[in-house]
């Protein structure tokens, strides 16, 4: 661990990489975002996270004056962005696919599908696009040792949301296709604990999101008219915390399954 930082939030995640937590628990985000120091020198932040500087200063701890090849994004949400511009200052030149640097805040230079960053030591980290969370979504393979950065389309438990117009079902399941494909040996997300069995949690996230888009139908079979009456169908007496999350991703099953989401009342 490194002096200063509390140990519950900084925890190392195997061969030259570390993981920092922000300080920004949530029903969404879980434990916290957390922040990956990838490398040994040069380095690669990814996802810097929330505007929060004491967390950027653990972050620069776990740094500690080593040079850093770039700062990547995994998409513009901003518990994994809001700090990018700050970061960028920091420590590296910001990359990310091109859709999140047109929503985020300082100059970078975009990452095509299937680019490589090489920060040094025989490392390589591979940009994959997967939109389905969002529409910009990225995630990140570490080769060789095929550690698969997965930001929000796959969490280290429960499941993500899909964050309707930009977020889609059929893109979703088409990512997590892509993923499985690359037999990615673990899976460090942007939020919950990492995933030692990738494939088996891969193909979790494909079968439980079926089965969801099978839910609302049966939903709307049943003769729900609206998203609340669809939102206590599929998921029962919700936290009204998780509310409006579960009301995107209804509407995201919606577009899935041909219905238009106009015609769906956005009575809450």
């Given amino acids: 661990m490194t002096r200063g930082v509390p140990p519950s939030r900084v925890v190392r995640q195997g061969f030259a990489i570390t993981a920092v937590r922000a300080d920004n628990p949530g029903p969404l985000t879980l434990t ?27 972050v620069h701890e776990v740094v500690a004056g080593r040079p850093v090849a770039a700062v990547c994004l995994t ?25 999140t640097l047109d929503r985020v805040v300082g100059a970078g230079r975009p990452l095509g599908d299937d680019e490589v960053i090489e920060p040094g030591e025989g490392l390589r980290l591979r940009a994959i696009a997967t939109p389905g969370h969002s529409a910009d979504h990225l995630c990140y393979l570490l080769e060789p040792r095929r550690i ?14 899909i964050v309707h117009p930009e977020g889609s079902v059929e893109s979703y399941l088409a990512s997590l296709a892509r993923l499985a494909a690359l037999r990615p040996s673990r899976l460090l997300p942007g939020h919950g604990p990492p995933v030692e069995d990738a494939l088996a949690r891969l193909e979790q996230s494909r079968t439980h999101r079926l089965d969801r888009v099978a839910s609302v139908r049966r939903a709307l079979e049943s003769g729900a008219r609206n998203t609340e009456e669809i939102r206590v169908a599929v998921y029962g007496d919700l936290p009204a915390s998780h509310c409006a999350a579960a009301d995107l991703t209804i509407r995201a099953y919606l577009a899935f399954l041909g219905d238009s989401s106009s015609s769906i009342s956005r009575r809450r």
């Fill in 32 to 58: 916290g975002t957390q922040t990956y120091v990838i490398g040994t020198g040069p380095l690669v932040v990814l996802d810097p996270g929330p505007a929060d500087e004491a967390h950027l200063d653990r």
């Fill in 148 to 161: 698969l950065f997965t930001g929000d389309l796959v969490l280290g438990e429960g499941s993500t949301m």
């Fill in 75 to 99: 998409h513009a949400h901003p518990d994994h962005a809001a700090s990018a511009g700050q970061a960028a200052g920091r420590w590296g030149e910001l990359r990310a696919s091109a859709a």
